[in-house]
């Protein structure tokens, strides 16, 4: 039953998280704008949380949504001079799946270290994740599209975009950190009390 129960319980959290990356895509919610001409995103979030929370089937699978969603995008409203090259799955889609196991494996990882909080745990899984999710991205456009990655970024090679991108990859780590930090903390808040509600019941 309590197998069963988990199951259910990861489907539920894993089409809820999905959906949440397909709003705040579709709505912009998931870019927060830093200026006229800047923004940094929250969309992979969600990724990061399935993987923690979820395991590794659910990251790979949100991460999918993510990737197939920006591929969409890109075919129907390309608004940036890169948005084209995101029609290619291999641009769109593979990274985002590729942090989704990153993902997952960090947070393996650091559960297997002794008295490490899962707060702490999911604090560093979210910036490393972030930080691999701009690599990767900005690493398959140069490698599937690099002729066109080159001319799209003034000529620029990967590792000069990535020193102009390091400030806003360094504000999307940090935010996702945050976010997932407020997540797990308040699983632990929820948690506590509905066993405190549980032990005040059995008492009675």
């Not at 089409?15 to 929250?42: E, F, M």
């Not at 999710?133 to 990655?149: D, E, K, P, S, W």
Request: with cysteine; charged share 10%; aromatic share 6%.
């Amino acid at each position: 039953m309590e197998k069963n129960v988990s199951r259910t319980r990861k489907l539920v959290l894993t089409a809820a998280l999905s959906a949440l990356i397909i709003v705040l895509g579709i709505t912009k919610l998931g870019l927060i704008p830093l200026g006229p001409a800047a923004s940094i995103t929250i969309l992979h979030v969600p990724i990061i949380l399935a993987a923690c929370l979820c395991g590794l089937p659910s990251a790979l699978f949100t991460g999918a949504v993510f990737g197939i969603m920006s591929l969409v995008q890109a075919a129907m409203s390309p608004s940036g001079a890169l948005d084209p090259l995101f029609v290619n799955p291999l641009v769109s889609v593979l990274p985002r799946m590729l942090t989704g196991l990153i993902a997952w494996a960090l947070w393996f990882a650091f559960n297997k270290l002794p008295k490490l909080p899962k707060t702490v745990s999911a604090g560093i899984t979210a910036f490393l994740s972030t930080v691999c999710h701009t690599l990767l991205v900005i690493g398959c456009l140069y490698l599937f599209q690099g002729a066109a990655t080159r001319e799209g970024m003034g000529g620029m090679g990967y590792f000069a975009v990535i020193g102009v991108l390091a400030p806003q990859a360094a504000l999307e780590a940090l935010a996702a950190t945050i976010i997932c930090v407020a997540v797990y903390v308040g699983l632990f808040v929820s948690n506590k009390r509905k066993s405190k509600i549980s032990q005040e019941a059995e008492e009675k």
